[in-house]
């Protein structure tokens, strides 16, 4: 299997033709080994156009999906995010390629486990801890970015506490079926609030979040 090829036409058809513009993203897109984020036999589905499964019921999102919310964050590359919902550590390895420093939260800790050796063979420098992210991870805070990638029915209070001035925070918010990826930006203390439309999620749970 040529990854390397799938890689490509993966950004060049999944992401560019669909409006996907910052070259971080893309050149992100373009370094992080996908294939090395799931199972051993979904290897061969890794660059398909949706989410693939990943164990314990839960899934890798969709590229497209990832690179919108990525794209959305505005990166610089400089900034310190908080991830919320590891699972695979895809998306982390992509925040970290495009030089962010990476602090995320899964509560499966066979995933945690799984994603923090991917990302370590890797080379990629993320802390990964266990537990409930929907009360953030206060001894980090405060964050320039979180991003949530679990759809939730509001978004946390604490998280919105740990976003720092001109902040931004992106993450599904409705009900176990549909939700809108919602973005804000905090400025001067108050919340601007952006729908970017609809997505489907798995569900966000804990404290905040769905129940258990
Ligand atoms: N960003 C991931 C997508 C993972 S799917 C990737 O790139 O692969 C969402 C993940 O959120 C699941 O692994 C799920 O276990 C986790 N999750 C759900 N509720 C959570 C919570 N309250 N705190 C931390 N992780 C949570």
Known sequence: MNYEELRKDMVEYQLIRRGI?????????????????????????????????????????????????????????????????????????ILAEIG??????????????????????????????????????EEFAPYDRIIVTAAGPRIPPSLIKQLSENGKLIMPVGDLFSQDLILITKKRGKIVEENLGGCQFVPLKGKEGWEE
């Open 100 to 137: 962010c420093e990476v602090f995320s939260i899964e509560r499966i800790p066979t995933l945690a486990e799984r994603a923090k050796k991917t990302l370590e063979k890797l080379g990629y420098s993320v802390k990964i801890k266990v537990g409930d992210g929907t009360i953030g991870w």
């Open 21 to 93: 513009k910052d070259r971080k993203v893309i050149e992100a897109f373009l370094k992080v080994p996908r294939e090395e984020f799931v199972p051993e036999e979904m290897k061969k589905n890794a660059y398909e156009d949706g989410p693939l499964p990943i164990g314990e019921g839960q899934t890798i999102s969709q590229p497209y999906i990832v690179a919108l919310m990525t794209e959305a964050l505005q990166l610089s590359g400089k900034e310190k995010v908080l991830e919320v919902g590891t699972g695979s550590g895809y998306q982390s390895a």
